[in-house]
């Protein structure tokens, strides 16, 4: 009984999270190519997109990943909205998710400018490639190369659910024993004040070379994709570069929405972002950020990432199936 009181929060959340995202993808579900312009469509589309985005943003903060990684893979999984346009918006939500999430780490001055300028170069360059690679596929290849997308993606995604599970070995306050030349010419080091410790803590960067390359496929990927890349930014800098982890989650924020940003701007000259299809999903990443962010110290947040373990995986699992069932005509028979 104790147990399960100390549960109450945690179960709340999740009976009323899936109430609304059954609301919302009864909403969304009425929403076709023959009545998406039509006055009842069009508010079944704002409503629905609104809710989804409220929850899944109050997820996303709580599982510690950017909106995107939820938004991106649920909408192509489950709907049958354009893949262009879904991959688009995604861009939009994990950009808002990173900002809403970055604010008060760059209120308290700990994102790291020099790292941020440093590895926004290829982030950038990648998310751009990957959004033209994305809308040439999707020119030339049509509905084969949708289905090729889904299914890379689910794999994707059961990639991230491993890397949740496994948990990492992320250091709180990484000392490498050797700084690379390339780190030490670019003068890749700083400090903050740890408020917790009541100290401040001096760190250097290091791995400037592979951790530029990890950018570049971490931005082309959030660019295809359109996920974000908050599911490994913040391993990169922390595992790779030994970027202290509240450094790296405040910087990763402020790449995310640089990175996604540039991302956009080739599905918006192919038309591929629609103002009222993205709206609701902004407003809803802010709302549900804040939300989330007040939640956070109120629940037990590693219940919350076991639930986005489990969502990741079912996910992965639709979009398997109807990859390859565009891709080799084979129907799967799951819900």
Not at 82 to 109: C, H
Not at 168 to 191: F, I, M, W
Not at 214 to 243: R, S
Request: charged letters at 10%; glycine letters at 12%.
């Amino acid at each position: 009984m104790t147990s399960l009181l100390k549960r109450i929060p945690e179960l709340t959340l999740l009976i009323v999270g899936t109430i609304v995202i059954y609301i919302a993808m009864g909403l969304l579900s009425e929403v076709n190519d023959t009545n998406i312009l039509s006055a009842d469509g069009a508010w079944a589309l704002v409503v629905g997109s609104f809710l989804m985005s409220l929850v899944i943003a109050i997820v996303a903060v709580l599982g510690g990943v950017g909106g995107g990684v939820l938004y991106t893979p649920v909408m192509l999984g489950f709907t049958s909205i354009d893949s262009l346009l879904v991959r688009s918006t995604g861009l939009v939500v994990a950009m808002f998710s990173g900002l809403v999430s970055s604010g008060p780490f760059m209120r308290k001055g700990l994102a790291d400018i020099r790292i941020v300028f440093y590895c926004a170069i290829p982030i950038v360059i990648g998310a751009m490639l990957g959004a033209q690679v994305a809308i040439g596929m999707a020119e030339t290849m049509g509905e084969e190369g949708d289905a090729i997308v889904r299914l890379l993606l689910g794999l994707i995604l059961v990639f991230i659910a491993v890397m949740f599970i496994m948990g990492g070995s992320k250091n709180e306050y990484p000392k490498p024993k050797h700084v690379d030349a390339l780190s030490k010419k670019l003068h890749l080091q700083s400090s903050y004040h740890e408020e917790s410790l009541n100290k401040t803590i001096h760190y250097k960067a290091v791995r400037a070379l592979p951790g530029a390359i990890l950018f570049l496929l971490v931005g082309f990927t959030g660019g295809f994709f359109g996920l974000g890349g908050g599911w490994a930014v913040v391993p990169v800098l922390n595992l790779v570069m030994a970027v202290p982890l509240k450094v790296s989650a405040a910087s990763s924020g402020v790449l995310l929405a640089m990175g996604n940003a540039a991302a956009i701007w080739p599905y918006i000259m192919k038309g591929a972002l629609i103002a009222v299809f993205a709206a609701p999903w902004m407003i809803g990443q802010v709302i549900g950020g804040i939300l989330g962010a007040h939640i956070l110290s109120k629940i037990n947040a590693g219940f919350v990432r076991n639930i986005l373990i489990v969502l990741l995986l079912l996910t992965s699992i639709k979009l398997i199936s109807r990859g390859i069932e565009g891709y080799f005509g084979i129907d799967i028979p799951i819900i």
